[in-house]
């Protein structure tokens, strides 16, 4: 099943900066271009210069823009602001770090190469699409620096095998360094380098599947990859590492391991449903499929804090057999509960869906709600920009109140969900389905340039 292979990560030298804070980032497909730009004047040697987001611009696909990056890369190198260790080693990450409720959490997991796999052959699993189209900006960005700027992340089911605690067997005494991030978490990094632990974890790993949590563009593009060069050169040597990508590895059962709530902030155009306009009407619509329990007494942030509350108190008291999220109307100001109806399932937008899927909240939204009642076209959504993603829901409600001001001829409306189970996804990958585009948002998110990983065509990866 999986081969899991230690390597010789390049990092940044910590005595070449003064601050580790100042060069890292979140992953690429998260930095827009206001924050691309805070962090390129963060400091002349922050990651962002290498891993060039994906924000469009002018000459966003110029040959000028990758070779920018290969030159800072092999600059860094040269003046040692990047070094490589010396030996193979696989790498563990902790994040220490507090929930928006308070609660403190420690997630444990490991950085290491895994073995290419095609998603049919089981070994990886996928449970989001991804596009060839999309993936060409990262297929040219690998080609020009022979890099891979940062880990995807997956998870696995421990089950028993103790591969985190044999790591710990091997653990320094201090982190190559310790790291915090803008939420303030606290992101350390140890190098396990003994042989006959790191021979024993590849062991383990033997048995079991490799699921992407965050990073299917990513794993998609190393796949591109091999394929374009197995179709120039012919088949690679097995210890080839274009056939490795870079994970962070996450056990399922680690008490760290979140996942929160994506809200969907849904704009409504006028000629979707002509004649719609007011929040009675929407509801006059829903309640063949919902229960609707108007959530009174309070301002808007008050409103939305307490369909959140009830949310979460129904399912602390298991109650939550049926499908239910959030609804708020901010042009009136109105909020809601909606609960699904028993034979709600029965709905033609739903029926033909396997029941791993028809159990998501995501689907139930995208199907029943989006495009069968409010007859929202996905594909229009997605050319149009019509369903924007937050995992805070204050930042959600800021931009719904500001669309209402702004645009009279569109409905802003401010869908707020409950979190994707990892059980779930794990069902979902399992039986070889897809879930709706930004059905998880894991948390925290890994840091882009605590370790990257070199490609050197006459190297080898050390196999056990």
Same mark, same amino acid.
């Given at each position: 099943m999986a081969i899991v292979a230690p390597f010789r990560a390049l990092r940044f030298n910590p005595r070449k900066l003064e601050r580790l804070e100042d060069v890292v980032t979140p992953p690429y497909d998260i930095i827009?271009?206001?924050?691309? %730009?805070?962090?390129?004047?963060?400091?002349?040697?922050?990651?962002?210069? &290498?891993?060039?987001?994906?924000? $469009?611009?002018?000459?966003?696909?110029?040959?000028? =823009?990758?070779?920018?990056? =290969?030159?800072?890369?092999?600059?860094?190198?040269?003046?040692?602001?990047?070094?490589?260790?010396? %030996?193979?080693?696989?790498? &563990?990450?902790?994040?220490?770090f507090t929930l928006p409720s308070g609660i403190r959490l420690t997630r444990k997991g490991l950085v290491a190469l895994?073995?290419?796999?095609?998603?049919?052959?089981?070994?990886?699993?996928?449970?989001?699409?991804?596009?060839?189209?999309?993936?060409?900006?990262?297929?040219?960005?690998?080609?020009?620096?022979? %890099?891979?700027?940062?880990?995807?992340?997956?998870? #696995?089911?421990?089950?028993? %095998?103790?591969?985190?605690?044999?790591l710990e067997k091997g653990l320094p005494d201090k982190p190559l360094y310790e790291v915090r991030d803008a939420d303030g978490g606290k992101h350390s990094i140890w190098a396990i380098v003994d042989e006959e632990i790191l021979a024993r974890v590849q062991l383990l790993f033997r048995d079991k599947s490799v699921y992407i949590a965050d990073g299917h563009l990513r794993y998609s593009t190393a796949l591109q990859y091999r394929k374009q060069l197995q179709q120039k050169q012919g088949e690679l040597p097995t210890e080839s590492p274009y056939n490795f990508t870079m994970m962070y590895l996450c056990p399922m059962e680690d008490p760290g391991l979140t996942v929160l709530p994506t809200h969907r902030l849904v704009t409504l155009p006028a000629d979707v449903i002509p004649g719609l306009h007011a929040m009675d009407e929407l509801a006059g619509m829903m309640a063949g499929a919902f229960a609707l329990e108007e959530i009174k007494g309070g301002a808007r942030e008050i409103l939305v804090a307490e369909v959140l509350a009830r949310m979460d108190d129904r399912l602390a008291e298991g109650k939550k057999d049926r499908t239910m999220f959030g609804l708020y109307h901010a042009a009136e100001d109105r909020c809601f509960l909606l609960t699904l109806k028993e034979d709600a399932m029965q709905n033609r937008a739903l029926s033909h869906r396997p029941p791993a899927l028809r159990d998501l909240d995501v689907v139930i939204l995208s199907d029943l709600v989006l495009g069968d009642i409010l007859g929202l076209d996905h594909e229009r959504s997605e050319h149009e920009n019509l369903v924007r993603y937050f995992a805070d829901p204050d930042e959600a409600l800021d931009v719904a109140v500001k669309e209402s001001i702004k645009n009279e001829n569109a409905m802003p409306l401010l869908f707020l969900m409950n979190?994707?189970?990892?059980?779930?996804?794990?069902?979902?990958?399992?039986?070889?389905?897809?879930? $709706?585009?930004?059905?998880? #948002?894991? #948390?925290p998110k890994i840091l882009t340039g605590l370790l990257l990983n070199k490609l050197n065509p006459d190297e080898r990866i050390v196999l056990k």
């Open positions: 827009d271009e206001k924050n691309q %730009a805070a962090f390129q004047a963060r400091n002349p040697y922050n990651m962002i210069y &290498l891993d060039i987001s994906k924000s $469009p611009g002018k000459g966003d696909n110029s040959e000028e =823009r990758y070779s920018s990056a =290969r030159n800072y890369f092999t600059r860094w190198q040269e003046e040692k602001i990047l070094i490589r260790d010396d %030996a193979p080693a696989i790498y &563990l990450y902790y994040i220490d895994v073995g290419l796999a095609e998603f049919s052959e089981g070994t990886v699993k996928p449970h989001e699409e991804t596009f060839a189209t999309v993936t060409a900006d990262r297929l040219r960005l690998m080609d020009t620096c022979q %890099a891979q700027f940062s880990q995807i992340f997956s998870l #696995y089911a421990e089950e028993g %095998a103790g591969i985190i605690s044999t979190n994707t189970k990892v059980l779930q996804v794990k069902r979902v990958a399992d039986e070889n389905l897809i879930m $709706p585009h930004k059905s998880t #948002y894991f #948390y």
